[in-house]
């Protein structure tokens, strides 16, 4: 495969998990054209292989990853550009040279016919015919550097952009992602850089030229004759500033309900994506077709009235401008005749307010690729804007290495702060002790568990691990010390080993087999026929669900946590696994903190503590023997489930 | 004659895309796509001739005010009001033109553009599930949005610039009438154009498709990111996700500069190619003119029309561009287009009415990859109305047999029947209209609770849709959420707890009613209370329903009228509960091994209600 330059993973996505490594028996695994999906297409062999192997060697990147934004000063154009100040005055300067060398043309024109050929002067002619052959020159000349200098430019500060986004989107915190879709998260980092770099990389600097062609033109108009340039300029520019007036504030409309339409179209696809096996078991096809058709309809209406106001405002300035020159002709027609006017500079004059107007009809377009630019701009500095509700402090400290005593002061916490999930809770667990938290669907205990590692902070009260405040010290010195097995595991595109080794990439080789081993991973591992190398990405089908779960687990004992926190981590896994994974756990939790929230009393069983929370308090504390003998809410659950899962017999020691 | 089995609640305001994309794989990317711009084609070709008679009309205008200057001006033979009049007239002529013809091929564009995401769409909700394995959603999101859109572009703008192209022969014939010696002067500098096109295609395609190809890699980079947040930010590895985006990143940077250098290096060549021909002519014809051999007016009549030549070779070199990208992007599209949906009606297939739910897995033989099979040998006969439950240990291919059933996938060997009928020989929808998967990871779309619920019967009435919500004991809950019904989702359903979307998931497939159900661990996150006052509404549903239950509780176990133990993929051992732990020792491996300490009492499930 081409593309050897790369860093990790296949370089063109998901080629490397197609067809590939599935050779021979029915037509189930293979791509229909046999290749990869998507692979480099055959016509394209040679081309993408000459340009690759100009591609540098890249360094293993050395960035730093910090809660405190380097730049916390508000995005703009300028910033964004980092230019020095004499780049800037270059490129101004090669931007006047071009456009200068492009007006020059009529003009030597005008010079080698009036004073060379009319004036008899042959010296004359071709000093004016080489000119113009150097004037293309140089056009094309500074045309290029032009380019591949906005390009150059855009292209990094596209770079630092999509850097600075990313970066900013692993600082928010997780109410961020539950409030906001996926897809239109996906658009700020891909569709509103994109129109950024589009306006940096042509729209400046052709709006630039633009600006300049005029100022040329209405220069050189004032040159041949001021009165009839003023004439014409008085009757001309103020309909074209009332039309430009119209399109712009048209424009503005038509172009916010196009945004608000596509964002819909890619929320809608992305969903269909994500949820794709759920709408084929329940036939919705059909339905999610005209669903989608009708927010691509939508999408269509809105791009139809922006398409009526570009055909309005592209031909009515033509046609003032036409306007304008029949006003010349009468204007200057009449001066000719007083004698006040040469033919010649009518001539040069009605040929030069074309040129006026060429740059106000390109304004269509540079307006789209301003409005573009700016509508992405508004949208990512307001997610720049947007401070994580899990902050760090500037004065927050590395948490040391802690002996796990978490404790719970007077917590009260709501997902929406008026609703409030947990209600003064008190706890205190003590180093190394395992505790699991039941309780009835939706009392708490997830919440409580999402407390620990801080992917929300309580909104009364505190969490306090080893006596600091989770508030105080860095979130990567606390994550890193803490395990976290979310319900829905959840696996990178990559192979078994690195999604093992995620969390700690300098992992050995040793370990993710162990870690392997310790879930009991081994006989799948050792049937796959390449092992750990097995490519597995997000929902991925080929490993069941429980699988999966095993994956995280493993990827969890790999990062050798000092508390774990299991969000009911283990309910995907029969009852087999999940004793292995226990053994695994006494073993690897030898004086560790573990919080356990399970639903499988079995847990609660082996656990050290049991706690009890409903409608998110704390109802009950102590040993599984404890509750069981103070006959309360505990006693109560557990007898239900010992019923209906279990032989009473064997819990009843 | 499958709609019954596919119910609509939604008005169909847009109708369907009236072209396709041309079937014949080996055809040109053009040729695939025209029969989607043809079937625009009153609007199309209208927009296309309106933008060429505009060009026509608008080569005539300096023509009359050049003769207004030299007749009424200069010669002073005719009064300057005509012209003024003829002028005012073909500016006209030109704007009303312009006007509706620009507006025209807008429109044209945004409806190809519409017709090309709705037969994705519609292509991809097709595809079968083995594709989606495979293929990451951040690519086909790319795919999707950014490439049509530069195919919709390069569509739409080519043929009037093409039919500005085409003035330029008419130019030039004109000129030839008038001085052919200063015709081929004026046009010395096309045959260039050649080279240019030679290059584009040498250089720009291959940096288009890389460009194209790198930015899915970052959307693809972005989108993991953004879906697995919960891991990233559980382990701290933040730093090593900006690491990986800043890997993917730079290349994508390198490319941009590498893509505007070949356009910097060509494009400002093709665009200049009219002004240096400007030059020679100044040269050569400014020679004649002072030999006398042409007039001076001819030489203004030339440059004039060179002036009219500028844009569309602007527009000419932007066309050959995009016309690389747009087709780089067609390939791109093709790719999901041609993909084949494995699971697909079969010619003749019939649909699965009146089912009465007997199934029966003969022999079954199958694997997600080539080299290993899940399932081996796998046979297994359920009556009618009969429940069983699926114990096996995880990975030992329980889930794969709900997929096989409602064929998310074909068995590579044997034969899944319902009814005594494959399951490869009735169509689809009819197929999975019967059967209800009950998927173990419970996925919300983010819409209110009452359209997730009848998400596989958009048209049922709220009481329905609060029936079904009340058997999967989500009634009581939903209810107390600020909207009730109407509360909207979160992304995916994160607002709610596991057990609740376990739940949702539940009603979502008793509202469809089927006579067959599959529940895949589907109340493994759902207190034992809670499952218990399911599990008694369960009952009641599956009264008359084949029900397969895969699950790891003994409670969930105790539903099934038998237990069929899963290993090594195949069944090793059916029977009931107690059978099975006296005669089947994996059984009680898998099952009990937590009670490895203690023996089961009599309470088992036989006696269970």
């Known amino acids: 495969m081409i593309g050897g330059a790369s860093s990790g993973g296949g370089v063109w996505g998901p080629a490397g998990l197609g067809g590939g490594s599935m050779s021979g028996g029915g037509s189930v695994k293979a791509t229909a054209d046999g290749k990869g999906f998507a692979e480099v297409p055959a016509e394209l062999h040679d081309g993408v292989a000459k340009i690759l192997a100009l591609e540098p060697e890249w360094e293993e990147p050395e960035l730093k990853f910090s809660h405190q934004p380097a730049d916390r000063r508000p995005l703009t154009v300028t910033r964004m550009l980092s230019m020095r100040r004499l780049a800037i005055i270059g490129m101004l300067l090669v931007l006047v040279v071009e456009t200068a060398s492009l007006q020059a043309g009529p003009y030597l024109i005008q010079v080698g016919l009036d004073r060379g050929v009319l004036g008899h002067d042959r010296s004359v002619l071709i000093t004016a015919g080489v000119a113009s052959f150097v004037a293309v020159i140089v056009t094309v000349l500074v045309s290029a550097l032009r380019g591949a200098w906005t390009g150059r430019i855009a292209a990094r500060a596209m770079f630092r952009l999509r850097l600075r986004v990313f970066a900013h989107l692993q600082r928010l915190s997780m109410d961020y992602y539950t409030n906001e879709k996926a897809g239109v998260i996906l658009t700020r980092m891909m569709s509103d850089i994109q129109a950024l770099q589009t306006l940096l990389q042509d729209g400046y600097a052709q709006f630039f030229m633009q600006f300049l062609t005029l100022l040329v033109v209405g220069g050189v108009l004032v040159h041949y004759n001021v009165e009839l340039a003023l004439i014409t300029l008085v009757l001309v520019v103020p309909a074209l500033v009332a039309l430009s007036a119209w399109f712009r504030s048209a424009s503005d409309r038509g172009y916010l309900s196009v945004r608000n339409a596509v964002a819909a179209v890619l929320g809608d696809l992305s969903e269909t994506l994500q949820g794709i096996r759920v709408v084929a078991a329940y036939n919705r096809q059909k339905q999610n077709v005209i669903h989608h058709r009708n927010v691509v309809g939508e999408y269509r209406q809105a791009n139809d009235y922006t398409a009526r106001i570009a055909g309005i405002y592209a031909p009515t300035t033509e046609f003032i401008g036409l306007v304008g020159q029949v006003l010349i002709l009468l204007i200057g027609g009449a001066m000719v005749r007083r004698g006040d006017l040469s033919v010649g500079v009518l001539t040069a004059f009605v040929l030069y307010i074309g040129a006026f107007f060429q740059p106000v009809q390109q304004l269509v377009q540079t307006y789209n690729m301003y409005q573009g630019g700016k509508a992405a701009m508004v949208k990512l500095r307001e997610l720049l804007d947007t401070d994580p509700t899990v902050g760090e402090g500037v004065d927050a400290y590395d948490l040391p290495q802690v002996a796990g005593e978490i404790v719970f002061e007077d917590v009260t916490f709501g997902y929406d702060p008026s609703r409030p999930v947990l209600h003064h809770v008190d706890l205190r667990l003590r180093a190394g002790e395992t505790v699991a938290f039941v309780g009835p669907t939706g009392a708490g205990k997830s919440t409580i568990a999402k407390l620990v590692p801080r992917f929300y902070d309580p909104t009364q009260g505190r969490v306090l691990i080893d006596g600091h405040d989770l508030r105080d010290v860095r979130l990567k010195s606390l994550r890193r010390q803490l395990g976290v097995v979310p319900q829905e595991p959840f696996l990178f595109a990559g192979s078994i080993r690195d999604n093992v080794k995620f969390a700690r990439p300098t992992a050995g080789d040793d370990e993710v087999q162990e870690a392997i081993d310790l879930v009991g991973l081994r006989e799948l591992v050792d049937s796959l026929p390449d092992g750990l190398d097995t490519a597995v990405h997000e929902r991925g089908v080929s490993l069941s669900a429980g699988e999966r779960q095993l994956i995280a687990l493993a990827r969890t004992f790999v990062a050798r946590p000092r508390v774990l926190v299991l969000d009911e981590a283990t309910s995907n896994l029969d009852l087999m696994s999940e004793r292995k994974v226990e053994a695994a756990l006494d073993r690897i939790l030898e004086g560790r903190t573990a919080i356990i929230v399970a639903h499988r009393l079995t847990t609660a069983m082996r656990a050290d503590r049991v706690i009890v929370i409903d409608e998110g308090r704390v109802v009950e504390d102590g040993t599984h023997a404890d509750l069981l003998q103070a006959n309360g809410p505990y006693a109560t659950m557990f007898k239900i489930w010992a019923e209906h899962s279990l032989d009473n017999s064997a819990y009843r020691d | 004659m499958t709609t019954i089995f596919e119910p609509v609640a939604e008005q169909e305001e847009f109708a369907e895309a009236r072209g396709h994309l041309h079937g014949r794989k080996d055809a040109s990317w053009l040729r695939r796509m025209m029969p989607v711009v043809m079937s625009h084609r009153a609007m199309f070709f209208t927009a296309v001739i309106g933008s060429f008679v505009a060009l026509v009309v608008q080569v005539q205008i300096p023509y009359v005010i050049g003769r207004a200057i030299d007749r009424s001006l200069v010669a002073k033979v005719t009064p300057l009001g005509g012209y003024i009049v003829i002028i005012a007239a073909l500016g006209a002529g030109r704007w009303i033109l312009n006007l509706t013809s620009r507006t025209l091929l807008l429109k044209t564009a945004y409806r190809i553009e519409y017709d090309l995401r709705t037969i994705i769409y519609q292509h991809l909700t097709r595809l079968s599930f083995s594709f989606f394995d495979r293929v990451q959603s951040g690519e086909l999101m790319a795919r999707s949005n950014s490439d049509v859109r530069s195919v919709q572009m390069f569509l739409a703008t080519a043929p009037v610039i093409l039919a500005q192209c085409a003035v330029a022969v008419v130019v030039f014939v004109q000129m030839l009438f008038v001085s052919p010696a200063l015709a081929l002067v004026a046009m010395s500098t096309m045959p260039l154009i050649a080279v240019f096109g030679v290059q584009v295609r040498k250089r720009l395609f291959p940096i288009s498709w890389l460009e194209q190809s790198l930015l899915a890699q970052v959307a693809t980079a972005a989108d993991e990111n953004i879906n697995g947040i919960r891991v990233v930010k559980g382990f701290a590895a933040e730093g090593q996700q900006v690491r990986r985006m800043y890997s993917v990143a730079r290349r994508a940077r390198w490319v941009v500069v590498q893509d505007a250098n070949i356009r ?153 029947r319902v009814d005594g009928v494959d399951v490869r020989r009735v169509t689809v929808a009819s197929l999975r209209h019967h059967v209800g998967l009950v998927l173990d990871e419970p996925f919300l779309f983010s819409m209110s609770i009452r359209d997730n619920i009848a998400f596989g019967r958009p048209d049922a009435s709220l009481a329905d849709v609060i029936a079904a919500a009340t058997a999967a004991e989500a009634d009581g809950f939903v209810r107390e959420l600020e909207h009730g019904y109407d509360t909207i989702v979160g992304e995916r359903g994160y607002t709610l707890s596991g057990g609740q979307r376990q739940r949702i998931a539940i009603a979502r497939t008793l509202l469809v009613d089927p006579p067959i159900l599959v529940l895949d661990d589907a109340t493994s996150a759902i207190d034992a209370h809670i499952e218990q006052l399911i599990h008694g509404a369960l009952k009641e549903a599956m009264k008359n329903r084949t029900t397969i239950i895969i699950g790891h509780r003994v409670s969930t176990i105790r539903l099934a009228d038998r237990v069929a133990v899963l290993d090594g993929g195949r069944i090793v051992a059916t029977g009931t509960h107690t059978e099975l732990l006296a005669t089947e020792p994996l059984y009680g491996e898998i099952l009990a091994a937590v009670l490895a300490e203690g023996p089961l009492g009599e309470n088992d499930i036989e006696d269970a209600p």
């Not at chain 2, 602007?314 to 993909?339: C, E, H, N, P």
């Not at chain 2, 199958?366 to 899940?374: E, I, L, S």
């Open chain 2, 264 to 416: 910097a290096r060509w494009s400002p060549f093709l665009e200049n190619l009219p002004r240096l021909a400007q030059a020679l002519l100044l040269l050569v014809g400014g020679w004649m003119a002072y030999d006398g051999s042409v007039s001076v007016g001819t030489l203004v009549t030339f440059n004039a029309y060179i002036l009219m030549l500028q844009p569309p070779f602007r527009q000419l070199g932007l066309l050959l561009m995009i016309g690389q990208r747009a087709k780089a992007s067609a390939q791109r599209i093709f790719a999901i287009v041609d993909t084949e949906p494995e699971i697909r009606d079969r010619p003749g297939s019939i649909d699965l009415i009146d089912c009465r739910g007997e199934l029966e897995f003969d022999n079954v033989t199958f694997g997600y990859r080539r080299d290993t099979n899940v399932l081996e040998g796998f046979s297994l006969h359920l009556r009618p109305g009969e429940t069983i439950a699926l114990v096996g240990r995880s990975g030992s291919g329980k889930s794969t047999v709900g997929r096989l059933l409602a064929r998310f996938y074909d068995v590579d060997e044997g034969t899944v």
